[in-house]
């Protein structure tokens, strides 16, 4: 099943020394459900202008986006960020506990919240390595990479379509890094999660993701398999791109 449908999307920008500048031209993507997808590329290249445009942060100039078969435009501004849940690289934290903040879905949805022992918060807790004990902090104190492990398990909370990732664990070191990511590839195969990932971390996505996209210049000039993706890539871009990139 297609969970997110990109067919002919553009995106044109002002700028202030060139006039218009055209940041994406001519997407073409589908990422299907229980797919951990990667989007790689050259910074400037449009990656978290396009995740910004799934969840209607920005509208395309052209082009149309469809979530679960229904397009974009159709979808209430708050439905549509349930269901495409954007967790960026810089975490935003409501004030109070990290608990208050994990709850923050129930309340908007108007449901009672579930406390900290509920089997839905240990639950995301564990995905993102973070202890039980460290929800009654205050959110805002926490280190950086905390506070984006929090902002992942509120968003998984909501039990979106699609969860889009913008270099969310980038402030973690090596081995919470992937774990992490290895438990987003779980519940990719286990509950048919499925997830598009901006990174610069190209071993970290060779290991866990299943599907490849690269985007260089507005336009993606390669995509598939991860295996040959990454293994054998066919066209000269992504080539010089992942040699140039290291892979320590």
Not at 25 to 36: C, M, P, Q, S, T
Request: charged share 25%.
């Amino acid at each position: 099943m297609v969970v997110l449908s990109i067919e002919a999307l553009s995106k044109v920008k002002k700028d202030k020394q060139r006039g218009e500048k055209k940041v994406l031209n001519g997407i073409d993507l589908l990422v299907r459900a229980g797919e951990f997808a990667v989007l790689i590329g050259p910074s400037g290249g449009g990656k978290s202008t396009l995740l910004r445009l799934i969840n209607r942060l920005e509208e395309p100039s052209s082009g149309s986006i469809f979530l679960s078969g229904k397009d974009l435009r159709d979808y209430h501004p708050v439905e549509l960020r349930r269901k495409a849940a954007l967790v960026m690289q810089k975490p935003f934290m409501f004030p109070g506990t990290a608990l208050d903040n994990l709850q923050r879905p129930f309340a908007y949805a108007g449901v009672e919240f579930p406390g900290r022992d509920h089997p839905d918060i240990q639950g995301v807790l564990e995905t993102c390595s973070l202890p039980t004990e460290l929800v009654l902090q205050d959110a805002r104190s926490l280190s950086i990479g905390q506070q984006q492990r929090v902002s992942l398990a509120r968003s998984l909370l909501m039990a979106p379509d699609i969860l889009l990732l913008d270099e969310t664990i980038s402030a973690l070191d090596r081995p919470t890094a992937e774990k992490v990511a290895h438990a987003l590839r779980g519940l990719c195969r286990e509950k048919r999660l499925t997830v598009l990932m901006v990174t610069h971390d190209l071993p970290l996505a060779e290991k866990v993701a299943s599907y490849g996209v690269y985007l260089e210049g507005g336009a993606v000039l390669e995509q598939g398999a991860v295996a040959g993706f990454f293994g054998a890539p066919q066209e000269e871009p992504l080539r010089k791109f992942l040699t140039q990139t290291s892979f320590d």
